[in-house]
């Protein structure tokens, strides 16, 4: 489904200025976090500012130039997307919604009365108290 939607819907991106603005002050922020709490300036922090300084002041001068790499960290989003998402929601579901169940069918509950009753007449519950009459639900909208 969603190959559809990114087939027929062009993908929309960020600005180019706010591309540059953003990822550059972030790299950036961890550079002088890092300097902070270590009080050294080493090799992964030059290499850190040497590429925030240009996004940054790309992003302010002459936010076209950097089109194609905003296009590519999308695309970049996008691919994590397709790979992290599947596998979170499949853990989100194996560590809650199956324990819950199993927990559920050990104690013998059913609380959306599934179980099959041959004896019952209906099915339906009936509300006590009866609840709102029907003649207040003329003018719903």
Request: with cysteine; charged share 20%.
């Amino acid at each position: 489904m969603h190959e559809e939607h990114q087939s027929t819907h062009e993908i929309e991106t960020s600005s180019d200025r706010s591309f540059g603005l953003t990822v550059g002050g972030i790299l950036a922020l961890i550079e002088a976090y890092r300097l902070w709490s270590s009080g050294t300036l080493d090799t992964l922090g030059i290499v850190l500012l040497c590429v925030a300084a240009p996004l940054f002041l790309l992003g302010l001068i002459y936010p076209k130039a950097l089109a194609a790499l905003n296009k590519a960290w999308t695309k970049l989003g996008f691919l994590m997307f397709k790979i992290v998402n599947p596998i979170i929601m499949f853990a989100i579901y194996v560590l809650t919604i199956v324990p819950i169940g199993l927990i559920l069918k050990v104690m013998g509950k059913d609380p959306m009365r599934i179980k099959l009753d041959k004896d019952a007449k209906t099915y339906w519950i009936e509300r006590d108290p009866a609840g709102p009459s029907p003649e207040s639900m003329k003018k719903q909208f």
